[in-house]
Nanobody, 121 residues
Framework: QVQLVESGGGLVQPGGSLRLSCAASGFTFSFSNYVMSWYRQAPGKERELVAT????????NYADSVKGRFTISRDNAKNIVYLQMNSLKPEDTAVYYC????????????WGQGTQVTVSS
């Protein structure tokens, strides 16, 4: 049974930092084969892609709104993907979701349950 378990969310003041983690288990293929992403969804808005990292970690992409502030990384030995979030803004408030995609067969796509991030003074 595939599981993606996010952690690390919480309440933080503007300008602060948080690190989200997503622990993966139960994959059919090796974790390093999956493209991992973080999405977020704010109240009343559609889910949006925040950051993506390829299987080997050699390539990353970010939404314009988080470039220079967020960093995605992964530890393939531990089956964990991280999202380091710095200089947080109130508009970063959302539920953050971990996503895994097997690039050769999109039917192997999985979501975590989400973790709440609230940026407020």
């Amino acid at each position: 049974q595939v599981q993606l378990v996010e952690s690390g969310g919480g309440l933080v003041q503007p300008g602060g930092s948080l690190r989200l983690s997503c622990a993966a288990s139960g994959f059919t293929f090796s974790f390093s084969n999956y493209v991992m992403s973080w999405y977020r969804q704010a109240p009343g808005k559609e889910r949006e892609l925040v950051a993506t990292i390829t299987g080997a970690g050699g390539s990353t992409n970010y939404a314009d709104s988080v470039k220079g502030r967020f960093t995605i990384s992964r530890d393939n030995a531990k089956n964990i993907v991280y999202l380091q979030m710095n200089s947080l803004k109130p508009e970063d408030t959302a539920v953050y979701y971990c996503n895994a995609k097997f690039p050769f067969n999109r039917s192997y796509t999985y979501w975590g349950q989400g973790t709440q991030v609230t940026v407020s003074s």
